[in-house]
Each structure stands twice: as structure tokens, then as C-alpha cells.
């Protein structure tokens, strides 16, 4: 299992300095990779590309870019740009956001949430593989081809939870990218339907992202009521409140990894047993522990 770290939240930096100092400290760590969200601050591919491009040898991926308010042709342009800025080091995480967001901020429709997926992987796929499309679906369409220089093994991985959309994962993109999901959920429900759906569309063996809040420390309540109010919204949002209730718990603070070194290890072993291909650390305290301890496990 490979370990990276998510920008996100109150960790998330605010400026395009701060990003490059993130990316290069997790490279001088050892980390395999670093994970950018796609909120209404900074840009998460233009960022990767400024901040990134100055610091080689580390993965850099986008979790995620919501797909509703770019057309997958503009979006596999600008991936294969940022992927030739960073020598061929992107991976590109992409999602559908929350109905919240494409209606009530975007005023688009979210109607058939898994058709708009499997319309926009049908276009983008092939054009960060470097071929033309000729694709007319029943929201989306696209007759071209891109000249973009640069690599065309560029992986691409979706948010997926619902079984529909692990099976996309699966049979069309790379793999899934995943937050808030608990190593029960993972290892029942997220697995095997993705592992499964690639190995019938005769793919290779996808990639399974989990990002997870972590904190290592003593004081485990104050630690989880900082989660829990942190990280409060993702007990709302419809699509994570499925997975929690799938886990077992209650909200967000539940499925944080948080408690000792002993404990921590523990939770991040039973991700690696469940299926999970890359862990992906979200530190949400301040101090050091918590990333001396993850070094420690590189």
C-alpha cells in the first residue's frame, strides 16, 4: 500500500507558495503522492501545475474535480496540459459533486447521476489516451481529437460509492477514489464490486484511494470532537451519510483515524487488508506526531 497526503479542509494552503511548501515537505518525507480537492479556493489542476512543476518525483492527483461544470473534452485538455507540465505525474481524480452543489449553486440539473458519469468517462477516457471520440450521448456529445503533447498513461480515478458507480470505476476508469469510507465499507462493499467490474471489462487490477482524517495523540476525545465538528457537513451530504451508515457509526469522527501509534497503525493495517491500493493521510491537528508517525510507516 502506498501513502500520500490530502490537502484539504483547514489544511488545505491558501496560496500557490504554500502548495509547493506542501508538496515539497511530503516529497522530503518519503510520501508516494499528494492530493489536492477541487473547492471554491485555488484551482486544484492549475495549482498542481504552478506548485507542483517545481517539485519532481512525486505523484500529485486532484480529489476531486467535480465533472457537471466542465465538459469531459475541456477537462482532458487541461489534464493532459497540467500531466506534460508535471512530466507525466498526474493522476486525475474526478467526482460528481452533490446535488446540493450542481442545483442549488451551479443551477444545472443532477438528474441521473450515474448516465452523466458514464456519458463523461465515454469522452474523457479516450482523449487522455491520446484518440479521437465520436461519442453523442443524451446530455453529452463530442466529435474530436486533442494534439496535447506529453504522456497518455495518465490514470484516471472517480469518487464512487453507489454500486453503479463502482462498477464504472471499475470497467472504464482506473479505479476509485474515496472519502470518508471505513475499512468495513471497503473491504464489503467497495472491492470487491470495483475489482470485480475491471476484471470483467478485462482492465487491470484499478487503484482503490482512501482519504481518511488522521490525528495521533493520547487525548482520543478531544481529538474526535475536533473531527466531529470539523468535518461535520460529510455526515450530511447523502452520498458519504450511505457509507457511514454502511460502516456502522454515527458521523465523520467515527471513521477519522485517531488514538495512539499502536491504534493508528492498527486502522491504517486493516486498510491495507481490505482492499485499499493507496492511503491517503488528511491531518487535521496541529503538531508533529501525526506526520512523524506516518514517516515512520513509509
Known sequence: MRFGLFLSGSQKPAALGDVRESIARGADDGFSSVWMSQTFDLDALTALA???????????????????????????????????ALGGRLALGIGLSHQIVIEGLYGMSFERPARHMREYLSILMPLVRGENV?????????????????????????????????????????????????????????????TEAARAAGRPEP???????????????????????????????PSYRAMLDREG???PADVAIVGDEDEVSARIEALAEAGVTDFVAAEYSPGTRTREFLKTLL
Open 50 to 84: 504552478v506548485a507542483g512543476s517545481q517539485v519532481p518525483g512525486i505523484e500529485l492527483g486532484t480529489a476531486v474535480v467535480p465533472t457537471y461544470p466542465r465538459h469531459p473534452a475541456a477537462l482532458a485538455q487541461q489534464a493532459l496540459t497540467v500531466n506534460a
Open 134 to 194: 465520436n461519442f453523442e450521448g443524451e446530455t453529452l456529445t463530442a466529435r474530436l481529437g486533442l494534439n496535447t503533447p506529453g504522456p497518455k498513461d495518465m490514470p484516471v480515478l472517480i469518487a464512487a460509492l453507489a454500486p453503479r458507480m463502482l462498477r464504472l470505476a471499475g470497467e472504464m476508469a482506473d479505479g476509485t477514489v474515496l472519502w470518508m469510507t471505513g475499512a468495513k465499507t471497503v473491504a464489503e462493499h467497495v472491492a470487491p464490486a470495483v
Open 207 to 237: 487503484r482503490i484511494v482512501c482519504a481518511l482524517p488522521v490525528c495521533v495523540t493520547d487525548d482520543v476525545e478531544a481529538a474526535r470532537a475536533l473531527a466531529a465538528e470539523r468535518f461535520e457537513i460529510y455526515g450530511q451530504l
Open 249 to 251: 457509526v454515527q458521523g
